[in-house]
């Protein structure tokens, strides 16, 4: 029998120590950072010394660039320094900082500059480590990424960056119009030998024949259109851009139908009579190309003029200064549906491996997940060691299944026995919803974290907002992930939105170290793999839009930490911003206002000067006798919603129904009267002992007025006639203005959003309607105030010129002025302030 024995000192750990039959049990003291079974974890506290059991430090806390309770784990990718509160700044290629420094191991993204690559580039300087200098711009000011000149070029000089000498008009479009023929000549003669292929392929029969997609899936049947390839299955004919609808009517030659798989799985075309691939006319079109390239190269310009080279063996390099104009230009010109017209390839695989512009491999295209494949998809994820998945469709648009949900619920697991995915946390912005997923493959028990970007605002066969995209685009960019596979990017069919968001990926990392991007050969590249990437002539414009507000317009997000730090610079960054929401202002005709301006609704208005926009007024729901549809009503967007707000004038004494009318429709429970209403109009009961009649409603006070200071709170019952349901809001009476100046006064201003914010906590899913006297003056400072706050609170993200260029596109008149955005700097400047004291008592 083993004899036991045991060496008595003051210990903190065991070891066991077996000698013949004697078992001997050493209890060990650990050196001063070390803990845990045999002292084989280390502890890195403030005063190097930690629990010798459990590791954990005394009060003093972790040395800088450490963190929980032990101190043994880094600072979170983005984070370093004294309890991981510094935030790393821009370093090369998103990679995070040093945990313990913030310095930055490969240096500062274009634009910043230090050690720790906080610091914008001079107004003068722009580019890596703001080694550029601004010519020829005026005032010496330029983009500090690219070096765009932000107010134009001294005499003499043109280009974004003022480095050209203008080109005569007349050599210029000369040269142009010539070269554009050319292309049109050769897209015709392609057409013919298509034409003539087809024709030789049917000569057996009369019978118009189709071309057949097999595959094991039969729920997808999908149109291509030649030459101007479309609608796989994402897009019809009708095209909607920015609320309008655009109607094209290219007829569809080709369609594929899903009936079998090919050989080793891949999806094949061919005829169905004759069973040819049509593989081969691809084949075809590519030696026509070769063979006519090099019959004209000696005859054709081989100039940079990019206007006009739309074959692919010409350089088709846009300079990135020169971007705007060539974008305005192949508008104009139709040059675009030209250049498009002539991309065709094969598609290859169910997903596809597309390269950047420089490197392989660097994303994969997938179609979105089914019922049945939605775990091979996550199989895929997980094989390929992927960290981010973009998702540009939603799950069900109109009436047609985009996407099955290959998440659970925020909080739930989802498990099919090899892997597991909980969805850990959702946050909803205005153009999309970010997911963090926990994936854990339940036969190893390893646990990877992946974020999941869902872009929500692309239309149902149309083409996104420019500055969306781009912001949504900056998002994916920005997050960190330890996991280095392809960014995984699916639409529905995994073409179109799918080609367009990667090819607007992969050419703005490209431009981060060249002054030109191709992005008609990189759409070459793309179809190689993976026909119709890009899938409409729209989705090719878009993607060039989404370039142009990219690299026009630097990313103006500034994390909440760094909010306030460099004040110096600030009136520069809202004069900036003030120049860039004039530039992207959107200009309205009388006609947009014909709703307003109606006779029937003229009387409805204080004053000709603050009307609604026909697109983005607000419509009243419910029938009424004698009364139509309008009110002086605009519907403003939240950081979450895009009825966020339902900012409105004071009624008059004839549309105070109107106004009731408004709240009941959309169920609107929290009203926010920035001023107060004239004598002559009631649009509350007097007190809480009588009741307000108003046509079919019916207002009564639930309680008392509730004096806060510059606020009162008052709690209203609305009740509308032959309704069982009374409806419960809060009603806030307050002023954001100096009474002396009559100028925004910030404390009052941020009184009024720091009660709504409380009021709305409990009411998520309610549009907050916000009143003035013209609907439009103190509304809008308010809305936008709440908005950005909103967004901080939900990221720790500070975004003011997102939010207000949101705002002024719905109402335009606005922000005319800097003071009318310093104000807003100002007052969430003194909102973190106020909210820091509170957390800190």
């Known amino acids: 029998m083993a004899r036991v024995t045991q060496q008595t000192v003051s ?16 209890l060990v003291k650990c050196d001063p950072g070390s803990y845990g079974y045999n002292c084989d974890q280390s502890c890195n506290c403030q005063t190097e010394s930690c629990n010798r059991t459990t590791g954990q430090c005394p009060p003093g806390g972790c040395k800088d660039g450490w963190r929980t309770d032990t101190c043994s784990q880094k600072c979170d990718q983005g984070s370093y320094g004294t309890n991981c509160s510094g935030m790393c700044g821009s370093c090369m290629s998103n990679d995070t900082c040093h945990h313990i420094n913030g310095h930055c191991s490969r240096g500062c993204t274009a634009g910043f500059k230090g050690e720790l690559c906080d610091k914008e580039c001079e107004d003068y300087l722009y580019g890596i480590n703001c080694q550029h200098s601004c010519q020829g711009c005026q005032e010496g000011k330029c983009q500090k990424v690219h070096g765009a000149c932000l107010r134009g070029c001294i005499s003499g000089m043109t280009g974004d960056l003022c480095n050209l000498k203008p080109v005569p008009v007349a050599q210029n479009m000369s040269t142009t119009i010539g070269a554009a023929a050319g292309g049109v000549l050769v897209i015709a003669a392609i057409v013919l030998i298509a034409v003539f292929i087809i024709h030789h392929r049917r000569r057996k029969s009369s019978v118009e024949r189709s071309v057949e997609f097999h595959k094991t899936d039969t729920s997808e049947v999908c149109d291509i259109v030649s030459p101007n390839v479309q609608d796989l299955k994402e897009d019809k004919n009708t095209t909607k851009m920015s609320g309008d609808l655009i109607t094209t009517n290219d007829k569809s030659i080709y369609s594929f139908i899903n009936e079998e798989e090919g050989p080793k799985g891949e999806n094949i075309y061919k005829n169905v009579d004759d069973g040819i691939s049509v593989g081969s006319i691809a084949s075809h079109l590519s030696t026509y190309l070769e063979e006519t390239d090099d019959n004209m190269s000696e005859d054709m310009d081989h100039s940079e003029n990019v206007y006009s080279n739309y074959v692919a063996t010409i350089d088709t390099k846009i300079n990135i ?13 139709g040059a675009f549906k030209e250049e498009y017209a002539i991309h065709y390839n094969l598609i290859r695989h169910a997903f596809s491996f597309f390269q950047s512009v420089t490197e392989e491999q660097q994303y994969i295209a997938t179609q979105g997940p089914k019922e049945g494949t939605v775990w091979d998809f996550w199989r895929m994820i997980w094989e390929q060691n992927s960290g981010k998945i973009v998702m540009v469709t939603n799950l069900k648009e109109g009436t047609k299944s985009k996407c099955h949900p290959y998440w659970p619920p925020v909080g739930k697991t989802m498990t099919n026995g090899h892997l597991s995915v909980t969805v850990m946390e959702e946050k909803r912005l205005l153009a999309f919803i970010s997911r963090t997923l926990g994936i854990m493959n339940q036969e190893t028990e390893e646990k990877r974290t992946v974020f999941q970007f869902h872009f929500i605002t692309w239309p149902d066969h149309g083409v996104p907002n420019s500055f969306q995209l781009v912001q949504f685009q900056r998002s994916v960019d920005q997050q960190q992930t330890s996991l280095l596979g392809p960014l995984v990017v699916h639409c529905s069919a995994g073409i179109g939105r799918t080609g367009t968001y990667i090819a607007l990926d992969a050419l703005l990392k490209h431009s981060q170290s060249s002054q030109t991007i191709d992005v008609y050969q990189y759409t070459l590249t793309m179809r190689k793999d993976r026909l119709n990437m890009i899938q409409t002539v729209e989705q090719y414009i878009a993607l060039h839009d989404a370039l142009d507000v990219s690299l026009t317009f630097p990313d103006t997000s500034i994390p909440k930490g760094r909010f306030g730090v460099d004040q110096d610079n600030r009136h520069h960054r809202i004069q900036d911003e003030c120049e860039a929401l004039n530039k992207t202002k959107q200009a309205f005709v009388e006609k947009d206002y014909s709703i307003a301006l109606s006779n029937a609704n003229i009387p409805k208005n204080r004053s000709r000067d603050c009307i609604p926009v ?3 007024r607000v419509r009243l729901k419910s029938p009424m006798e004698g009364r139509n549809d309008y009110i002086n009503a605009v519907v403003l967007p939240s950081c979450s919603k895009s009825y966020g707000f339902l900012a409105t004038q004071l009624p008059l004494e004839d549309t105070c129904v109107d106004f009731w009318r408004m709240v009941y429709d959309y169920n609107s429970q929290i009203v926010v009267l920035l001023d107060r209403p004239e004598s002559d109009v009631q649009l509350l009961p007097e007190d809480d002992q009588s009741d ?19 606020t009162q709170e008052v709690d209203i019952c609305l009740h509308k006639q032959q309704d069982k349901e009374k409806r419960q809001l809060k009603v806030l009476l307050t002023s954001v203005r100096d009474r002396d100046t009559n100028k ?15 009021l709305k906590a409990a009411r998520k899913n309610t549009a907050i309607t916000v009143v003035c006297r013209d609907g439009k003056t103190n509304c809008v400072p308010f809305c936008l105030l709440k908005t950005v706050i909103e967004r901080m609170d939900l990221d720790n993200i500070v975004d003011v010129f997102d939010a207000t260029r949101e705002i002024q596109t719905r109402r335009p008149d606005t922000f005319k002025t800097m003071e009318d955005i310093r104000v807003i700097y100002q007052s969430l400047e003194e909102y973190i302030d106020s909210t820091s004291v509170y957390l800190n008592e």
């Open 321 to 333: 200064s020169e971007l705007t104009e060539v974008i305005a230009f192949k508008k104009e010109s």
């Open 614 to 616: 026909n697109r983005f």
């Open 11 to 26: 210990v903190q750990a065991t070891r066991v120590i077996e000698a013949g039959t004697d078992l001997h049990v050493v």
């Open 692 to 710: 307000l009649e108003i046509e079919v409603f019916k207002i009564s006070m639930s309680g008392t007025i509730k004096d806060l200071g510059d």
């Open 744 to 758: 925004i006064a910030t404390r009052r201003l941020v009184n009024a959003v720091s009660s709504t914010i409380r």
